[in-house]
């Protein structure tokens, strides 16, 4: 199910605390971006799930590691915006922040969570 703007708020991202993102897909021409997941568990089997992004506008990485080296996620933040250049639509203002201080931030219509991927 894609998830909007207008039903984000019934969206609970803390599950995904302390999984691995170690990279992620950007298709340009598309407008999708793909990050693949590995989620934390206790036992010996590791579950994947991704997070795919549609119709994004702006994606930023820094690799800056003020924190120190980490690939998991410490916190997920969403804010709603409207995109100044196109009112159309509304737009998230997606947040990942690492374990390393590092964020990956996107600007983008939807995203959807993708079990098993």
């Known amino acids: 199910m894609k998830i909007t ?3 984000q ?3 609970d991202l803390s599950i995904y605390h302390d999984s691995e993102v170690s990279q992620f897909v950007v298709d340009y021409s598309n407008h999708t971006v793909l990050i693949p997941l590995k989620l934390p568990n206790a036992g010996h089997v590791t579950e994947k799930t ?3 992004f549609h119709n994004v506008k702006s ?3 820094n690799i800056d590691e003020k924190w120190g080296p980490g690939i ?3 916190e997920i933040t969403i804010a709603n915006e409207i995109s100044e250049k ?3 639509g509304q737009f998230f203002n997606f947040t990942i922040l690492l374990n390393s201080g590092d964020e990956i931030r996107l600007i983008c219509e939807s995203f959807e969570i993708c079990d098993g991927v």
Do not use: A
């Open 5 to 7: 703007p207008s039903i």
């Open 9 to 11: 708020s019934s969206c």
């Open 50 to 52: 991704s997070m795919l």
């Open 59 to 61: 994606i930023c990485v």
């Open 72 to 74: 998991y996620i410490y």
């Open 86 to 88: 196109n009112n159309k």
